[in-house]
């Protein structure tokens, strides 16, 4: 597909299906800092960025304890919620940004580990949030 024919402008949202709907909170609100959009009862959601076309980029948490198919009936049935192909989450940040905020999430006592895509020209940090979902912040590193 050429780059005119694409019709893909931005990310609508990643929905996580979570166990402690308080921990991820904490960590996606007061460590990340992404704003509480709305709040309902088992499912919120997170801005990640401003919109495109009037959808807002964002991050929701869904309490497992909701069926995954819980707003209609899908044609395929829904997701299999034992099962996730998700490998991880990146959110951007910029390079200017990347060792004060590496050095504020070690301060707070997680693990971040670093990673240079030299082919990208990014740096990244990787950790974990509290349930275990590998989480990065990406840079773009125009020296490399």
């Given amino acids: 597909m050429n780059k005119e024919a694409r019709t893909i402008k931005a990310l609508g949202e990643i929905v996580l299906r979570v166990k402690n709907m308080q921990s991820m909170r904490e960590f996606y609100e007061k460590v990340l800092g992404l704003d509480i959009m709305g709040d309902f009862e088992n499912i919120i959601f997170l801005r990640i960025a401003p919109n495109y076309g009037g959808h807002t980029q964002v991050l929701a948490l869904f309490d497992e304890s909701i069926p995954p198919d819980h707003s209609r009936a899908l044609p395929w049935g829904g997701l299999e919620h034992t099962k996730t192909s998700i490998h991880h989450l990146a959110f951007a940040i910029d390079f200017a940004d990347f060792q004060s905020e590496m050095e504020r999430l070690q301060r707070l006592g ?7 895509h030299d082919w990208a020209h990014w740096r990244s940090l990787y950790m974990l949030d509290p349930e275990g979902n590998t989480v990065e912040l990406v840079c773009y590193d125009s020296k490399k």
Avoid: L, P
């Fill in 110 to 116: 997680f693990v971040v580990e670093t990673m240079i």
